[in-house]
């Protein structure tokens, strides 16, 4: 069971987000420009020069995706809403569920909430976000395996982040890192963020970029 306590503190780039989701790069950046879905950091900062997207964005994102040919664009953006509304709870405790042509949500003490007016009844089709939940960190888990040998090293490929330098065995590259080091975060607060990484990456990154 995930609850909002214990979901991972983490942030992920379009590329990232478009392997953990199904969507394209030009999806999340249509659905960003029409105020479909916005990245974390672009919520609270409309300047911020990386989108990034944090662990609740990956699992709204999958769910949303999940009803994009079901549902309107202006229906989806209700589902969006909502979801953003509720996000001091724990996720785990909801379930999404369709009736007809209306989605709603009925939480774990039975409390029912319709996103737009509850229209005629039929086969309800049920959505556990619990299960989606469990499902992104297992994708997440898959994505980020690293070997040991990796730790510390940078390397430029043309198959991952268009030939930006990134940390070995990840698709994380130096500017992302070195724009949260410039904006005050310690090494600590940074692996907090990206698991996948350790102090000595962190360090690398700030000795490359101070050497270029």
């Known amino acids: 069971?995930?609850?909002?306590?214990?979901?991972?503190?983490?942030?992920?780039?379009?590329?990232?987000?478009?392997?953990?989701?199904g969507l394209t790069r030009g999806q999340l950046r249509r659905w960003h420009e029409s105020g479909?879905?916005?990245?974390?950091n672009r919520r609270s900062d409309s300047w911020a020069r990386i989108s990034l997207y944090d662990f609740r964005d990956l699992v709204g994102l999958r769910v949303i995706a999940r009803f994009r040919t079901r549902f309107s664009v202006?229906?989806?953006r209700r589902v969006n809403e909502y979801l953003r509304r509720i996000s001091d709870k724990p996720w785990s405790d909801l379930v999404l569920k369709i009736a007809g042509n209306e989605l709603f949500v009925e939480e774990s003490t039975?409390?029912?909430?319709?996103?737009?007016?509850?229209?005629q009844t039929g086969?309800?089709?049920?959505?556990?976000?619990?299960?989606?939940?469990?499902?992104?960190?297992?994708?997440?888990?898959?994505?980020?395996?690293?070997h040991p040998?990796?730790?510390?090293?940078?390397?430029?490929s043309r198959k991952?982040?268009?030939?930006?330098?990134?940390?070995?065995?990840?698709?994380i590259t130096v500017s992302t890192i070195w724009a949260f080091h410039k904006s005050g975060r310690s090494a600590e607060q940074i692996v907090k963020s990206f698991p996948s990484?350790?102090?000595?990456?962190?360090?690398?990154?700030?000795?490359?970029?101070?050497?270029?």
Do not use: C, W
Not at 1 to 21: G, I, N, Q, W
Not at 36 to 40: D, H, T, V
Not at 198 to 211: G, L, P, Q, S
């Open 1 to 21: 069971m995930v609850h909002a306590a214990k979901e991972p503190l983490l942030f992920f780039d379009e590329e990232d987000v478009s392997r953990l989701t």
């Open 36 to 40: 479909l879905f916005s990245p974390f």
């Open 74 to 76: 202006r229906y989806l």
């Open 110 to 119: 039975g409390t029912l909430t319709s996103i737009d007016p509850l229209g």
């Open 123 to 146: 086969h309800r089709e049920i959505i556990h976000l619990r299960q989606e939940a469990d499902d992104t960190i297992a994708e997440i888990d898959k994505f980020r395996k690293r």
């Open 149 to 156: 040998e990796d730790e510390g090293q940078i390397q430029k």
């Open 160 to 171: 991952i982040q268009s030939n930006k330098p990134v940390l070995k065995g990840t698709r």
């Open 197 to 212: 990484l350790t102090a000595k990456d962190v360090a690398e990154v700030i000795r490359y970029m101070n050497a270029a």
